[in-house]
């Protein structure tokens, strides 16, 4: 099993732009999670999914994200326009019903300048 | 709202010594994760606990829930240079529901 699969692992983008970050859960996983990491803020939650439909997105921090899945093996966050204070590490994250251990990917470091 | 708060935020021990990090929720949890973050890395599951008093251990790391299901605790005996990393509780309120972090313990061992 390659884990949870995130992409791109950096991205840079200038301020305004619009950014999309991806993700394939494990299969077979039914519930996914996008998570934000900061040196200020720690992990945030920002959204998560159980089998596809969207459950919990308070965590997310304003219109300018949203969130889809389209179909169980495929997720994306996207950001627009991005804001400098949107640089983060994103984080993907999958687990069997929210009831075991999440799975997270490697990760997206998110640079908007 | 729903909070886990984990204390230190930073521990420094020389490699051997004994390291202890704990969690604490001001509601009951449904269960409790443990997550360990290499620099650089992602956070990577270590274990989760559910009963009340539950205590696991794996190799040199004890796990311990509380009574009350509201603390948890992490203790590593003998630290390693390997131990190195910042290690974070989760707690999930409603069975099935989101996971949330604490702000996470980092350990660093001086060989």
């Known amino acids: 099993d390659a884990g949870v699969i995130q992409s791109p692992r950096h991205e840079v983008t200038e301020m305004g732009q619009e950014v999309t970050l991806r993700c394939k859960p494990i299969?077979?996983?039914?519930?996914l999670f996008w998570y934000r990491q900061t040196m200020m803020r720690g992990l945030e939650l920002l959204i998560y999914?159980?089998?596809?439909?969207?459950?919990?997105d308070s965590g997310m921090p304003e219109d300018r994200f949203s969130a889809k899945m389209p179909n169980a093996s495929f997720s994306t966050l996207k950001i627009q326009p991005s804001e400098p204070r949107d640089s983060a590490v994103y984080f993907c994250?999958?687990?069997?019903?929210?009831?075991?251990?999440?799975?997270f990917g490697s990760g997206t470091r998110l640079t908007v300048v | 709202g729903q909070q886990v708060m984990q204390i230190p935020q930073y521990q420094h021990v020389q490699e051997g010594e004994d390291f202890t990090t704990y969690c604490n929720s001001s509601?009951?949890?449904?269960?409790i994760q443990w997550y360990k973050q290499r620099p650089g890395g992602h956070p990577v599951f270590l274990i989760q606990?559910?009963?009340?008093?539950e205590v696991k251990k794996q190799k040199r790391l004890t796990f311990q829930f509380g009574e009350a299901k509201k603390n948890s605790s992490l203790h590593i005996t003998a630290t390693q240079t390997t131990d190195v990393g910042t290690y974070f509780c989760?707690?999930?309120?409603?069975?099935?529901?989101?996971?949330?972090f604490g702000q996470g313990t980092e350990l660093s061992v001086k060989p």
């Open positions: 989760a707690g999930v309120y409603n069975q099935g529901g989101k996971l949330i």
């Open positions: 994250a999958s687990s069997l019903g929210g009831y075991d251990g999440y799975t």
């Open positions: 299969s077979g996983h039914n519930s």
């Open positions: 509601t009951t949890l449904s269960n």
């Open positions: 606990l559910v009963k009340s008093g």
């Open positions: 999914f159980n089998n596809n439909v969207p459950i919990d």
